[in-house]
């Protein structure tokens, strides 16, 4: 927690000082007017606080305390500014005390110069920060909403205090209650996404569900379309967000050469970096009614990024809320469904490009603790269960899933056709778990997963044929995958001109692959994976010398990307901090450019993962051409016959999922 001081420099005060002696008529009324003796004190507790914050001495400390309450007692120099510091300067010690006294006399003091402060000045703004931050699980309501709506706090400061006066409405009265509020909430969180993608993740994993609660206490509203935006605009931020940028930056470097050095260094030093407690930018600097604070380094590399952005277009290329009337199109080739866990309420919103409004399906089967919980049993099956007890555990949680959200969603749907098509798009713990394989789903529907309605109309939007396509086969472990031989005996044979490039054993190294993959259509990876459940930036593919991150796979340009196969454990489960944000090896891909990738949810066997991956190739390639929009229909009929073959066994195939086309 970080407080921030105004420090007034001792030669502006004494200038000020004599100016006031020589012209006292000119002082505005109410002005503090400020004696020898009260600027010395403030100097010295303004250099006792900078050795504080130096030398973590608390004697110190006592001293900036001391003389600052003292000037405050005097009454003749107390300005919002000195008020501001002495509550820093009290909250300071409540940090190193615990005692509730200096908590109490902090904010009384702070609540008071709140109130002197001009709305709108700096001073203003840093005062409201101290106090969001000081009573941040009791805030009134009413300070909540002032600090929500502050442009000078700071923006996760804002983005709390709006989250948590909207929840406090909506269980107070109702979700659609707290719709303001926590849909301002939504809307300020990209503001806080600057710096390195570890960062922003670090920013997401504060704020977990909230584009969930604020679609909740949309369709409480009954602002239908607002929740689609809501769950679409709100989350798998941090894929857009660097996609965004990453176009912009190649937009600059290409047209405006001279600007993108500089423009790449500010950006470089925008980057957050880790918080060092203490420190002289913590005080106010000038007094408020001058607005000559020292300039924040921060304030000033902003502008200058802005400045620099608006020589090019790369203010033009910003991420942008996408309104309903244009998500909706994602649904032209099927329904796309979300599937909304609240602690609220839960609802499916069918999403149908020749509706003007998406269909509510209520869930009332389904709870945020009923998720958790099957998620929870779903992974300790999938990791660690064996034998009859995991393979019981896998379809009670099926039959769980079918009437908690299949069954009401495909009741809420048209009459079934052949080979109908549904895009789920699940939110919270539910990433986790195979709606693909709910009941009857797997009968009526061929499934396939989107992170937003926004990747599935850019994958649609990429539907180029490359000139020269290939096929690039990864196996850095084809010893310990006996599966792996057979697949690539499979392709070998399938693909003779060209033949697929193949990376086996000591070949499929880490600089070879990426180099690979820009130049590569298709590509199938039989290999070893591993989920990083805390940091799902480092999940990654094992390659033969160093692993392929997700964080490596962000940055792929992959131009001529068409399908992908990632035949590997938990591929498509992501982070358990940040559901949300989607941050799997196969949403990787497909924010890399692949439209179609094929992964898996958590742990598969080798035996069927090769059964799957044959019948998946014998119906996609086509005249030696893998035919992406097929792969969907193609892992829908491996899964039943798999599901056939051993129906006492879903562990074998519920796994496997399809992103995208």
Known sequence: MSYVMFYEEPEKRRTQQQQQKQAP???????????????????????????????????????????????????????????????????????????????????????QGYRMAEPGSRVHARILTHLAQARREDLNPALQ????????????????????????????????????????????????????????????????????????????????????????????????????????????????????????????????????????????????????????????????????????PLSNLGVADMPYDDLREAAREGPVVYVNVSPWRCDALIVRADRTLPDLVPLPRLTATAVDRQARRYLEAMTHGTGRAREDQVAGILAWLWRAVGEPVLAGLPQPRPNRRIWWVPTGALTTLPLHAAGAVLDEAVSSYTPTLRDLLRARSSRVRARDPRLLLVMPQPSELPGAARTRALLDNLFQAPPATVRAGPEATLNQVLQDLTDHSWVHFDCHAVQDLRNP?????????????????????????????????????????????????????????????????????????????????EHIIVGQIVVHTLSAAALHQAALTERHESPNHPSTWVSFVHYGL
């Open 25 to 111: 008529a000119a002082a505005k009324p109410g002005a503090a007017v400020e004696s020898v003796e009260d600027s010395e004190d403030v100097r010295l507790a303004m250099r006792a606080h900078r050795r504080f914050t130096r030398e973590d001495d608390r004697l110190f400390l006592d001293d900036c305390i001391i003389r600052l309450d003292r000037v405050r007692r005097r009454g003749r120099a107390v300005d919002p500014a000195l008020l501001n510091n002495l509550g820093v300067a009290l909250l300071d010690r409540f940090r190193l005390d615990g005692r509730a006294a200096d908590l109490d006399l902090a904010c009384r003091i702070l609540e």
């Open 145 to 312: 909403r002032q600090v929500a709506e502050t442009p000078g706090v700071p923006i996760v400061i804002r983005i709390r205090a709006a989250r948590d006066s909207g929840r406090a409405a909506a269980n107070d009265h109702g979700p659609a209650a707290g719709f303001p509020l926590l849909d301002t909430a939504v809307g300020l969180l990209p503001s806080a996404l600057i710096g390195a993608r570890e960062q922003m993740l670090q920013i997401l994993a504060d704020f977990p569900g909230l584009a969930g609660e604020a679609a909740a206490a949309a369709i409480s509203a009954g602002d239908l379309p607002r929740a689609v935006e809501l769950l679409d605009n709100g989350r798998a931020m941090l894929w857009w967000q660097h996609m965004h940028s990453r176009e912009a930056r190649d937009v600059v470097a290409e047209t405006y050469p001279d600007v993108a050095a500089e423009l790449e260094r500010t950006a470089a030093a925008l980057k957050p970096q880790p918080y060092t407690p203490g420190g002289d930018d913590r005080m106010i600097f000038a007094p408020a009614d001058e607005r000559a604070d020292r300039a924040n380094p921060l304030d000033v590399l902003t502008m200058r990024y802005a400045e620099l952005a608006g020589r090019t």
């Open 537 to 617: 930036l480092l999940s990654r593919l094992t390659l033969h010398d160093q692993p392929l991150t997700i964080a490596a796979l962000a940055d792929l340009p992959a131009t001529q990307a068409e399908f992908a196969f990632l035949a590997a454990c938990a591929t498509a489960a992501g982070g358990d901090q940040v559901y949300d944000e989607w941050i799997s090896l196969t949403a990787a891909l497909m924010n890399a450019g692949f439209p179609a990738v094929v992964g898996t949810l958590w742990p598969v066997a080798d035996a069927p993962t090769a059964r799957i991956t044959k019948r998946i190739y």
